[in-house]
């Protein structure tokens, strides 16, 4: 009797451990530079939108990065919207996309950029980065401010990645 009662605690004890370890959830994963240290993720499933905003350091307006990610769990830029031409922006469209101005900015539309993983750093002089998810359409849209989960200056890596409850403890979850 002791020893069935022995072999069922290690029984229920292995399979905690191992529930911790599986991979679970789907998830938009920040990890410190390039290290495997998870700063932050956010949860998100294949199909979902996501964009970078940045306030572009001389210009002082918005760049908006969108993305999607893929069936493969890639990260795949789909569009490029911006203020005014200068430093580090595009002049027109490559092959396949389409270059328009609307409501005073300037899209790249139709981008086929994919992606395994995305290097990110939050900026330190102007430091106005911020996150978006969800869609616009249906009003289920959210946004952060990436200093209220990264440092000025910080850099990471971004990758969209199953993970564990146990890597999930160890980061901060995003959320609005």
């Known amino acids: 009797m002791k020893y069935k009662r022995l072999l069922l605690s290690f029984v229920m004890l292995l399979i905690l451990i191992i529930a911790l370890f599986i991979p679970i959830r789907t998830a938009l994963v920040f990890y410190k530079e390039n290290t495997p240290n998870i700063e932050a993720f956010l949860p998100i499933k294949k199909g979902d939108t996501f964009q970078i905003i940045f306030k572009h350091s001389i210009h002082l307006t918005d760049v908006v990065e969108k993305y999607k990610v893929t069936k ?91 993970i564990s409850l146990w890597e999930m403890m160890g980061g901060v979850e995003i959320h609005e």
């Open 72 to 162: 493969d769990l890639e990260i795949k830029q789909y569009e490029f919207v911006y203020e005014e031409f200068g430093i580090g922006m595009p002049s027109n469209a490559e092959e396949g996309e389409t270059f328009v101005y609307e409501d005073g900015k300037y899209h790249i539309k139709n981008m086929d950029n994919v992606f395994s993983e995305i290097k990110v750093r939050n900026g330190k002089t102007v430091s106005e980065n911020r996150l978006v998810w969800g869609t616009k359409d249906n009003e289920d849209q959210h946004m952060v401010w990436f200093n209220d989960y990264f440092e000025p200056g910080a850099w990471f890596t971004i990758k969209v990645e199953s």
